[in-house]
């Protein structure tokens, strides 16, 4: 399989999204952190990127809610080359009504070799890197010269 570069901007596209048990969580974090993310352009589904737009005061480009579509539309934009980032607090012991396009989104992130957070701590380390403020070039399959 051959490989290609895709270039990543200083300012990255970061997505962020929350199951409902994980919302206070990953808000916690994004004010912690609200430093960094305001240097960056931010994403997020329906209800999670309202909240952090209320409480953080940052503009939040929204999708749509994760059960409703959302998780597929990032999806989409991570096929597409238009998200460098996902943060993705998700409970793995809830079961979700929408497992399969939560499983697909991370499955699609993996693919597309995007950095993804998972929890807290995993977060801390993309953000805290010194690649989060710098250009960089990720490797991914080319899927088009098959």
Same mark, same amino acid.
């Given at each position: 399989?051959? #490989? +290609?570069?895709?270039? /990543? $901007?200083?300012?990255?596209?970061?997505?962020?999204?929350?199951?409902?048990?994980?919302?206070?969580? *990953? /808000?916690?974090?994004?004010?912690?952190?609200?430093?960094?993310?305001?240097?960056? &352009?931010?994403? %997020? #589904?329906?209800? #999670?990127?309202?909240? *952090?737009? #209320?409480? *953080?005061?940052?503009?939040?480009?929204?999708?749509?809610?994760? $059960?409703?579509?959302? =998780?597929?539309?990032? @999806?989409?934009?991570? %096929?597409? @080359?238009?998200?460098?980032?996902? &943060?993705?607090?998700?409970?793995?012991?809830? $079961?979700?009504?929408? =497992?399969?396009?939560? +499983? %697909?989104? *991370? !499955?699609? %992130?993996?693919?597309?070799?995007?950095?993804?957070?998972?929890?807290?701590?995993?977060?801390?380390?993309?953000?805290?890197?010194?690649?989060?403020?710098?250009?960089?070039? !990720? &490797?991914?399959? =080319?899927?088009? !010269?098959?």
């Amino acid at each position: 399989m051959q #490989t +290609k570069e895709v270039s /990543l $901007p200083e300012k990255k596209r970061i997505v962020l999204v929350a199951h409902d048990n994980k919302k206070k969580a *990953l /808000l916690e974090w994004a004010k912690y952190n609200k430093g960094t993310l305001s240097k960056h &352009i931010l994403f %997020a #589904t329906g209800t #999670t990127g309202k909240l *952090l737009q #209320t409480e *953080l005061g940052l503009e939040i480009n929204r999708f749509l809610s994760g $059960p409703l579509g959302g =998780d597929q539309q990032i @999806g989409a934009k991570i %096929a597409e @080359g238009e998200m460098d980032v996902v &943060i993705f607090f998700w409970d793995p012991l809830e $079961p979700q009504p929408h =497992d399969v396009d939560v +499983k %697909a989104l *991370l !499955r699609i %992130a993996v693919v597309y070799n995007v950095p993804i957070a998972c929890n807290r701590s995993s977060a801390d380390f993309i953000v805290s890197s010194s690649l989060m403020s710098s250009e960089y070039s !990720r &490797i991914v399959e =080319d899927y088009e !010269r098959k």
